[in-house]
């Protein structure tokens, strides 16, 4: 006999046994035969300030699925793990810190500086790492990647070079995002946009020779400071005598001209606009195609600079206040009209960015960008589901150049020099540089490159390009990503160009995309509302097998999914159910080895539930390689919970505990056979359990994860028995439920006659209704007097089952009596209720219709109590 499992299913007293059991195995690593085919997928690496959210719990889920089941099914399999170093959060954290010791980051020095960031990254970098383990991931930690180690310190740099040579990368004044409160710029991917109540301020501004004024609108009256030009359109009839003619710009006194530019929306507003090429992306283009100065007006902390005495140091928005005070005041204000506009908001803290023309490094993306939309548009890459295509174009088609530097010093610094001297500029992978025009040594950009410009080369880099390794020559491209819709244009869309361009290859096949964790009320879980449920908590209370069967049958591609603590304790149940078959298929069990069934032992319902296991199995493959995980999931839910937990196994207990049964030992191998391939196909879902017990089970394999995954065996598929045993089980359920309509007690047991012209069907089924349908005689009946009998049809027979034997007639009339008499009392009541004018004049309509509600059900049962007792015999 084999060992036996505990007798209750307690997750904490094996997961964690089991896990370092996988590792010490190295089961997470790929196979070295080399004869396999390979299946690889590098883990969108998390931040390494964060910590395990519901996010990165449905991520890592569905990828671990993938991993297990391509595993299963004989593949190498490659699921490279790793963090990012997130400039911008970490350095945010660590300033923060050094602010609670009063310590700034001049005080100490960039050296300094990253000495404290190194340590912060050793002391909290790898808690994610431990977080995911306990999940169950099945990553290959001996590859553990970091976007700051030195292998993809060294493609960035070959990547910075390789564009800079090719003029893809340059540096130039443009027009960025700056974050006034992290202090550096961020991509346009990385800005996030909100309504924000505001106002469009109408201004007048007089013409420079006395002659009236223009009227415009604007949403940033500070920005005022810094305009050079006012434009119209060359094609507006109403302002073609005025271009060229110039004003004077309200409370500066600067002499600005009147351009025409078709980047002016005549039907929008007056047709005018002020033009301040410094703070605003359009206005900038418009400044170069007019060759219009460029006035900064705000510092870094976005306060107006000195060059204003009399707003210097005055916050944006307490400067906007001062300014439009003192337009109203000099008679230019004309009105202001409330305005409720998207703004652009940092990603990071939420801050409203400022656009601000500023000197830094960008890509030039339109020839990155081209092959990247060809890849997928060619079905190269494809998206599941395939609508986000639509988001990932609409990005690339209109992607500007991107803005690679930041004013940080936590991340990859800027490998470009520049002579003092002589103002040379050297782009290199090495460390240092010496002018090779002067000869003297150069200063390097104090700037580091954004965060995801290192995140971008992850497929390729952490399996060691530029160099030709094996990992690389083995496993790129990848087989899949897994990722959140949310982070299309940051991440995917950049790994995708930067595959094509620098490895000429597309970096994945296949970019499974999944939606937000949200809270049972359907809001993003955030900090602010305090609704974020941890799921290391979620693990301790319920077990991790239970936390990813919730995740992996709420989730369908796409689309955002609800967290209800009601559907973990669902999947805990589940598990529980699972424990409990198990637990009484090992008790049962003393054969030595597990073979394939012998088919001249089978018997109708064995046959039933080999085609129904062998039909799973050819359904569940297909979903889970066409993505569709939660479906693949209900299909097992609903197979082992019903067709084998409470049919098979209830149809076969009294051969399978009966030793002297000539068809124990087949019922045994059937029994055992169908439920390690049920094992085996849940496996990659709940890994944990479906371990612990299939180490029970009599096998070849040392572990579920390295066995093979099940296949759809055509030699047991037997349809013909299939559908002839739903007819017996369609007939038994129809007598439970009715029996349950009618409160029988299981106990309480009834004959039953079945007029049925499929009686071979039914053959050798009376066991079954005596077992599971409560019957006492089972006959079948050519015809059938139903006087006093209950009759259950169904699509092969009807069922009859005389009342008296159901029942008590004589306490059913009592009972249905009293239920009688209660009811017409309520109906009594609630008429005069009803019926009385002052009592529906008064309360309020909701409480009538309640109560009117009432009274039709007290009726209706009246009816159904009614007609039940003219039913009973006499």
């Not at 006395?210 to 415009?216: K, N, Q």
């Not at 939660?630 to 197979?639: E, S, T």
Request: proline share 5%; charged share 30%.
């Amino acid at each position: 006999m084999p060992e036996q499992l505990d007798k209750n299913y307690d997750p904490k007293s094996f997961e964690e046994k089991l896990y370092k059991n996988w590792e010490e195995k190295g089961y997470f690593k790929p196979s070295d035969d080399r004869s396999r085919p390979a299946f690889s997928i590098v883990i969108p690496p998390p931040n390494i300030t964060g910590q395990l959210h519901m996010g990165h719990a449905l991520d890592n889920t569905l990828q671990d699925i993938l991993v297990r089941y391509k595993r299963m099914q004989g593949y190498a399999t490659l699921w490279v793990p790793g963090t990012d170093h997130a400039s911008i959060a970490t350095e945010a954290k660590i300033v923060e810190a050094m602010r609670e010791e009063g310590v700034t980051k001049d005080d100490i020095g960039r050296d300094g500086f990253l000495e404290r960031a190194w340590e912060w990254n050793r002391k909290y970098g790898g808690r994610i790492i431990e977080q995911l383990k306990k999940l169950g991931s099945s990553c290959d930690w001996s590859r553990t990647r970091f976007t700051l180690d030195e292998g993809c310190s060294e493609a960035v740099k070959e990547v910075f070079v390789r564009l800079y040579e090719k003029g893809l990368i340059y540096r130039g004044n443009r027009i960025i995002n700056w974050c006034p409160k992290c202090h550096t710029t961020i991509s346009d991917a990385e800005v996030e946009y909100e309504d924000q109540a505001g106002a469009f301020w109408h201004l007048r501004y007089p013409f420079k020779d006395g002659s009236g004024y223009l009227e415009l609108a604007t949403t940033r009256p500070e920005t005022l400071l810094g305009d050079t030009a006012v434009a119209v359109n060359p094609k507006d009839e109403r302002y073609k005598g005025m271009i060229g003619k110039l004003l004077v710009l309200p409370l500066v006194g600067r002499e600005i001209p009147v351009i025409a530019d078709d980047y002016v929306d005549i039907e929008f507003g007056t047709g005018v606009v002020k033009i301040t090429p410094a703070h605003d992306p359009n206005d900038f283009e418009v400044g170069l195609r007019h060759n219009l100065e460029v006035i900064n007006v705000l510092t870094d902390d976005a306060k107006i600079t000195d060059d204003y005495p009399k707003y210097a140091g005055m916050d944006r928005y307490e400067a906007r206040k001062a300014i439009v005070a003192d337009l109203e005041a000099g008679g230019f204000l004309v009105r202001t009209e409330p305005y409720s506009h998207n703004v652009g908001t940092c990603y990071r803290c939420g801050t409203t960015i400022e656009p601000r023309v500023s000197l830094q490094w960008f890509v030039k993306m339109e020839p990155l960008a081209k092959p990247a939309i060809k890849a997928v548009r060619d079905g190269e890459i494809k998206f599941i589901p395939e609508r986000f295509d639509k988001n990932y174009f609409h990005w690339m088609e209109n992607i500007r150049d991107w803005c690679i530097s930041r004013q940080l010093w936590w991340g990859h610094r800027i490998p470009a020099f520049y002579c003092d001297d002589c103002g040379e500029i050297v782009v290199t992978k090495d460390e240092s540089a010496v002018c090779p025009k002067c000869g003297k040594p150069m200063r390097q950009d104090p700037d580091t490159l954004d965060t995801w410009f290192s995140s971008a080369l992850w497929p390729f880099s952490t399996l060691g390009w530029p160099e030709n390794t094996e990992d690389y020559k083995r496993f790129y491209p990848t087989s899949a990503l897994v990722t959140g819709y949310d982070i299309i244009t940051f991440w995917v869309s950049r790994m995708i160009f930067s595959g094509l361009e620098y490895t000429g290859k597309a970096p994945f096949e296949n970019v499974l995309i999944h939606g937000l964790v949200r809270d049972s009320q359907g809001r993003k879980m955030s900090k602010s509302l305090g609704n974020g449920i941890d799921p290391l908590e979620v693990i301790d209370k319920y077990g991790a097998d239970a936390l990813r069967f919730s995740l992996a049958s709420g989730n369908s591609p796409g689309n955002d999914m609800r967290f209800y603590y009601e559907r973990v304790e669902s999947s805990r149940n589940f598990a529980n159910k699972i424990w409990n078959a198990a637990r009484f298929i090992l008790m049962n069990l003393d054969i030595a080895e597990v073979t394939k069934p012998d088919k001249s032992a089978l018997q109708t319902e064995d046959k039933w539930l080999l085609d129904s296991y062998n039909t799973l199995v050819a359904e569940v493959t297909e979903n889970i390689d066409k993505c569709e995980l939660g479906i693949a999931v209900q299909k097992l839910y609903d197979f082992i919970w019903d067709v084998f937990c409470d049919w098979y196994i209830e149809l076969v207990k009294p051969r399978l505990s009966d030793k002297q049964n000539a068809l124990n030992k087949s019922t045994q191998n059937t029994i055992a056979f169908v439920f390690t391939g049920l094992l085996k196909l849940l496996h990659p879902f709940m890994p944990f359990i479906t371990e612990e017990i299939y180490l029970k089970l009599p096998h070849d394999s040392e572990s579920i994860m390295v066995s093979a995954w099940p296949v759809d065996d055509e030699s047991e598929h037997y349809p013909a028995e299939r559908q002839s045993f739903e007819k017996v089980i369609e007939a038994i359920k129809a007598v439970r439920n009715r029996r349950s309509e009618m409160n029988v007690a299981p106990s309480r047991k009834a004959s039953i006659f079945i007029k049925t012209d499929c009686r071979e069907d039914f053959a050798g089924s009376e066991i079954f209704f005596s077992r599971l349908a409560s019957a006492g005689e089972v006959r079948f009946v050519d015809s059938y007097d139903d006087d006093g009998s209950v009759a259950i049809a169904t699509d092969s027979a009807v069922l009859y089952i005389p009342l008296a034997e159901m029942l008590d007639i004589k306490a059913e009339r009592e009972r249905l009596g009293k239920e009688k008499d209660n009811l017409q009392k309520e109906i009594s009541r609630l008429e005069n209720k009803l019926g009385n004018a002052e009592f529906v004049a008064k309360a309020p309509e909701k409480v009538v219709n309640s109560e009117r509600d009432k009274l039709a059900g007290y009726r209706k049962n009246l009816e159904n109590v009614e007609e039940a007792i003219a039913k009973l015999p006499q």
